[in-house]
């Protein structure tokens, strides 16, 4: 199976903060590798899908680079509603792995 | 508007058995492939099962096989998740996800988990 690890798992930060967020796969998976936000109470919706498109909707400060084993999700510009623990998963070969998620909250 | 809506949660006893449902709204269900992720409280998500869109292939997650079993009636647009032999590690809301992808050149070249259901929730207690 496909071990997915993301770093940190927690970080505090304040309105208008620059937010990256790390991704790491046990193995190559091309760039099959998707981005989801989840706030509390809710279901998870995608915001980056291979690696790095933006997902129709989703604002423009949301980014996602990498490929292979590396990939990075940041937030140019963290606003109020971007506060909500974020996971990705990669979508290269069953059984498909999520990270364990970084929870975003605010300083 | 595209549309999940799960069904079937509950408490249920150790060893009992639960049938979740999906009910899908504003596409083409039949064309698409469809999943069960579940998440255990206050933990991360975990992939459960897989089935493509005409029904010939399943796939589960290892901690689940040969108690779960994903199905679909395509004429009633909806996802079933049979779930047999619970155990306490099987309490969580469980979501039903419809796998879009994109293609080029005739080939997927990503596939993504969108929509997702709201959400029913399973505890299996005695």
């Known amino acids: 199976d496909i071990q997915m690890t993301q770093s940190p798992s927690s970080l505090s930060a304040s309105v208008g903060d620059r937010v990256t967020i790390t991704c790491r796969a046990s193995q190559s998976i091309s760039t099959y590798l998707n981005w989801y936000q989840q706030k509390p109470g809710k279901a998870p919706t995608v915001l980056i899908y291979?690696?790095?498109r933006l997902q129709s909707g989703v604002p423009s400060r949301f980014s996602g680079s990498g490929s292979g084993t590396d990939f990075t999700l940041t937030i140019s510009s963290l606003q109020p509603g971007d506060f909500a623990t974020y996971y990705c998963?990669?979508?290269?070969?069953?059984?498909?792995?999520f990270g364990p998620g970084t929870k975003v909250d605010m300083k | 508007q595209v549309q999940l809506v799960e069904s079937g949660g509950g408490v249920v006893q150790p060893g009992r058995s639960l049938r979740l449902s999906c009910a899908a709204s504003g596409f083409t269900f039949r064309t698409y492939t469809m999943h069960w992720v579940r998440q255990a409280p206050g933990k991360g998500l975990e992939w459960v099962a897989v089935?493509?869109?005409?029904?010939?292939?399943?796939f589960y997650a290892d901690s689940v096989k040969g108690r779960f079993t994903i199905s679909r009636d395509n004429s009633k647009s909806t996802l079933y998740l049979q779930m047999n032999s619970l155990k306490s590690d099987d309490t969580a809301v469980y979501y039903c996800?419809?796998?879009?992808?994109?293609?080029?050149?005739?080939?997927?070249?990503?596939?993504?988990?969108?929509?997702w259901g709201q959400g029913t929730l399973v505890t299996v207690s005695s």
């Open positions: 996800a419809r796998e879009t992808i994109a293609m080029v050149g005739g080939t997927i070249a990503a596939n993504w988990f969108d929509p």
């Open positions: 089935i493509r869109y005409d029904g010939t292939n399943k």
């Open positions: 998963q990669q979508f290269y070969i069953t059984p498909l792995t």
């Open positions: 291979d690696a790095s």
